[in-house]
């Protein structure tokens, strides 16, 4: 035991070595790691929307009279992004009580700018008409019965894009 020697030139050598296998391993296995998430990103993906109030009606009540449609959604839109709103953008509605989780959500698209600005909890808003495509009828199937100053919340798809073009577009 006495004759081997822990500090001598060889022992040194082979302690302060590290094998290339690992290292290069170790490397080629972050590559693939970093490569897949940059192809994965490409097929991810981003949407960005904005969340808010919104307050369905029955089409008769309003001075918009939409053909085939029961209700409408009035759309309460902070007047700080009422420019990112534009005709045809598709919404989604989940109404207060139905969980989107059990329930759905209800389909809509922008139909149009209805131009008036309201005062609400001090906040001020533009008000816009959601179109509903099945009318109160969820994502699930299932039929959400209406009832007079019926709540819930929105979100508006403002763009759709990949993930990979929404990196790349940020380190610009």
Avoid: H, W
Avoid at 86 to 114: F, P, S, W
Avoid at 150 to 170: P, Q, Y
């Amino acid at each position: 035991m006495n004759s081997i020697e822990l500090r001598s030139e060889k022992v040194r050598s082979i302690i302060g070595k590290i094998p290339p296998r690992i290292v290069r391993s170790g490397t080629l296995v972050l590559f693939i790691v970093f490569a897949l998430l940059i192809i994965g990103s490409y097929f991810f993906p981003y949407s960005e929307t904005i969340t808010i109030p919104v307050q369905i009606k029955e089409n008769k009540t309003l001075s918009i009279n939409l053909p085939s449609q029961q209700y409408v959604a009035i759309a309460y839109v902070p007047i700080n992004l009422q420019s990112k709103v534009i005709k045809g953008q598709e919404a989604l509605v989940e109404i207060e009580g139905y969980g989107k989780n059990t329930n759905g959500q209800i389909d809509c698209y922008v139909q149009n700018r209805m131009g008036i600005a309201v005062v609400k909890n001090n906040k001020k808003y533009i008000l816009f008409n959601l179109s509903l495509n099945n009318s109160l009828i969820t994502s699930n199937g299932k039929s959400i019965p209406y009832y007079s100053n019926m709540l819930g919340t929105g979100k508006i798809i403002l763009k759709k894009e990949r993930l990979l073009n929404f990196l790349f577009d940020r380190t610009k």
